[in-house]
């Protein structure tokens, strides 16, 4: 079985991060990918949050340069899925469909995938319309109506955010009372280009080429309402990447990973970076940050580790 000092799974922006720090620390490193390099960043059209590029980047663009980055330094990928954990003991194995690998130093970078409506056409539709990301989209649809879906704290900042960029935006939620505290809703109706649309589901997405509206229903009356809109933002919440964590790593009610600042997990030599974490902020530059982290603790553990 092949080892290496440090294993790091998943390809987005926390592992490459992670990766190359681990790499350039003169580590031997392994990065295991079951898709593309990039995780949601690589399917991403134009990222314009990103410092350094004051035109933004394509996201595929940036996961390829994050990739070749590691590998500058000595970073191995490959692209195999996971299927099997093994991190409790001293030496840590990591099973996949087509091989097995050992390290002493393991970093969990798996991400999280938004939470989707389940409604026809609305994967064709992501980059054209439909969005899980107002902080990443939200400048695209400046001075356009726009819909939001979800009633907790991330769709009310959503829409406080989109409020300041867009022409009207609707908030739809399922139920006659947001989640969010009663103090966001102040701030939303103050806003002034706010309407929610309450005790109501998107029922279904109206496009051509890109989307044009949306069809809404009230879930009291069977009521239907069809709304003009640009763009959809989806905040119905994130699924964590970390089935495969269960009974290993602690995890919060929520399945995400419990790990600070430091990006340790409750397992000596366990790290955890990106947004399979706890943080209130998943963002591509959030990711890198406890990319770095995470090689920079697992550093210092292999050290005193020889010691």
């Not at 059209?45 to 940036?62: A, H, M, R, S, T």
């Not at 990928?77 to 003991?89: D, F, N, S």
């Not at 051509?208 to 069809?215: I, N, Y």
Request: net charge neutral; proline share 3%.
């Amino acid at each position: 079985m092949e080892a290496f000092d440090i294993i790091i799974i998943g390809g987005g922006p926390a592992g490459y991060t992670a990766a190359l720090y681990g790499a350039r620390a003169g580590r031997s490193v392994l990065l295991l990918e079951k898709l593309a390099p990039g995780g949601q960043m690589g399917t991403t059209d134009l990222i314009d949050n990103y410092p350094g590029f004051p035109q933004g980047v394509k996201g595929f663009q940036l996961a390829m340069d994050m990739k070749a980055g590691a590998e500058r330094f000595g970073a191995q990928t490959k692209l195999e899925a996971v299927t099997a954990l093994e991190l409790a003991g001293d030496v840590k194995t990591v099973h996949t469909k087509k091989d097995g690998y050992e390290a002493r130093a393991v970093i969990l970078a798996t991400g999280a995938q938004p939470r989707e409506l389940g409604l026809p056409q609305e994967r064709a539709l992501r980059g054209r319309g439909v969005s899980y990301c107002a902080t990443c989209d939200g400048m695209f649809y400046r001075g356009k109506d726009v819909a939001i879906i979800g009633g907790g704290n991330t769709a009310v900042a959503d829409a406080l955010y989109l409020s300041k960029l867009c022409g009207r935006v609707y908030l739809i939620h399922r139920r006659d009372k947001l989640r969010a505290p009663d103090s966001q809703r102040v701030l939303l109706e103050q806003a002034g280009n706010v309407e929610f649309l309450w005790n109501s589901r998107a029922e279904e997405l109206l496009y051509a080429e890109r989307l044009t509206g949306l069809k809404t229903v009230r879930v009291d009356t069977g009521e239907s309402r069809t709304l003009d809109c640009a763009g959809v933002f989806v905040a119905v919440g994130q699924v964590p990447e970390t089935s495969l964590l269960a009974g290993q790593v602690e995890l919060d009610e929520a399945g995400y990973v419990v790990a600070g600042e430091n990006c340790q997990t409750n397992l000596p030599g366990v790290f955890a970076a990106g947004d399979l974490r706890q943080k209130p902020l998943r963002q591509i530059i959030t990711a890198a940050a406890d990319g770095a982290v995470a090689a920079q603790m697992a550093e210092e553990f292999l050290q005193r580790e020889r010691t």
